[in-house]
């Protein structure tokens, strides 16, 4: 198997100088690689422009908003439930949910923990 891949090498080796050199194949080769060069130096050039005027735009502000914090007494309203249930909820580690039908919830039940 050596031998073989040795003799691929070789003939693989022979036909790139046949091609590339003998017919010539080396012009289109370096007139594709420069095209290349070209769209990558493009592309590279638009990207960093656009970066550069985002940063120039956008400098020193923080359009970031936190989103409000959710009460208890929006998730009871949300859930038809009362708050102080919502609140138990909340203080338990792991519970089991169950759901209706329609998607509501039917009981909630606390798992103990070990």
């Known amino acids: 198997m050596p031998l073989l891949t040795l003799t691929g ?3 693989f080796g022979w036909q790139f100088k046949v091609h590339m050199f003998d017919l010539g194949g080396i012009g289109g080769f370096v007139e594709l690689i420069s095209i290349y060069a070209a769209i990558i130096f493009l592309i590279s050039f638009v990207l ?3 970066a550069k005027y985002n940063h120039l735009r956008f400098r020193g502000m923080d359009r970031r908003k936190a989103f409000p914090s959710v009460t208890p007494a929006a998730i009871a309203t949300m859930l038809g439930r009362s708050e102080e249930s919502v609140l138990a909820w909340q203080q338990m580690r792991v519970v089991i949910v169950e759901h209706g039908e329609a998607g509501d919830i039917r009981a909630v039940t606390a798992i103990p923990q070990m």
């Open 9 to 11: 090498w070789a003939f």
């Open 48 to 50: 960093l422009t656009w």
